[in-house]
């Protein structure tokens, strides 16, 4: 009952956020969950909140952005350019 009443209580926290926030908050919350339960301590848990809130804002940020994609040139820079249909 708690761990349901944690959930309704994130997602009512989020219901405000622009994309980015949202990719960002699940992202640290599925990435602090799995490192945590693969690593099974503290460090496993905060190093996988951090890598899937990065990730998860990265995420966010596209789709803020209907019709771009994000590429990355021979030099290995990134840019914003329409998708292809």
Do not use: F, N, W
């Amino acid at each position: 009952m708690k761990k349901a009443i944690v959930l309704v209580l994130l997602a009512l926290s989020v219901t405000s956020c622009t994309q980015t926030e949202k990719g960002a908050g699940i992202g640290a919350v599925s990435g602090a969950i799995i490192g945590g339960a693969i690593t099974g301590d503290v460090r496993g848990a905060a190093v996988g909140a951090a890598i899937g809130g990065v990730s998860g804002a990265v995420i966010g940020h596209v789709t803020e952005q209907p019709g771009q994609c994000y590429y990355r040139d021979r030099y290995g820079r990134r840019y914003i350019d329409d998708c292809p249909r």
